[in-house]
Nanobody, 115 residues
Framework: QVQLMESGGGLVQPGGSLRLSCAAS????????MTWVRQAPGKQRELVAR???????NYADSVKGRFTISRDNAKRTVYLQMNSLKPADTAAYYC?????????WGQGTQVTVSS
């Protein structure tokens, strides 16, 4: 049974940093792409970052240079380091595992950027 558990969200001031974590279980973590997706109220879902099994990465233009996705296969965990946060980054952040044609989602963690 695939399980994804995000943590690390919270309230942060503009310009601050947060690190999100996603602990995975129930599949061969090191073999699959992992992503972070966010959704803000009233806005379209946005693919924020993707990391391949070989740790190649790509990012949405809106977060390039500020966010970094990484993975620790030994810990079965994917991370999203978020720096220079802006109010526009406020959203629920979801970790996803792309297993072939099936995408599994975590429950999400809320990030709120506000002074």
């Amino acid at each position: 049974q695939v399980q994804l558990m995000e943590s690390g969200g919270g309230l942060v001031q503009p310009g601050g940093s947060l690190r999100l974590s996603c602990a995975a279980s129930g599949f061969s973590f090191s073999a699959y792409n992992m992503t972070w997706v966010r959704q803000a109220p009233g806005k379209q879902r946005e693919l924020v970052a993707r990391i391949t099994p070989g740790s190649s990465t790509n990012y949405a233009d809106s977060v390039k240079g500020r966010f970094t996705i990484s993975r620790d296969n030994a810990k079965r965990t994917v991370y999203l380091q978020m720096n220079s946060l802006k109010p526009a980054d406020t959203a629920a952040y979801y970790c996803t595992a792309v297993l072939g044609s099936t995408v599994y989602w975590g429950q999400g963690t809320q990030v709120t950027v506000s002074s």
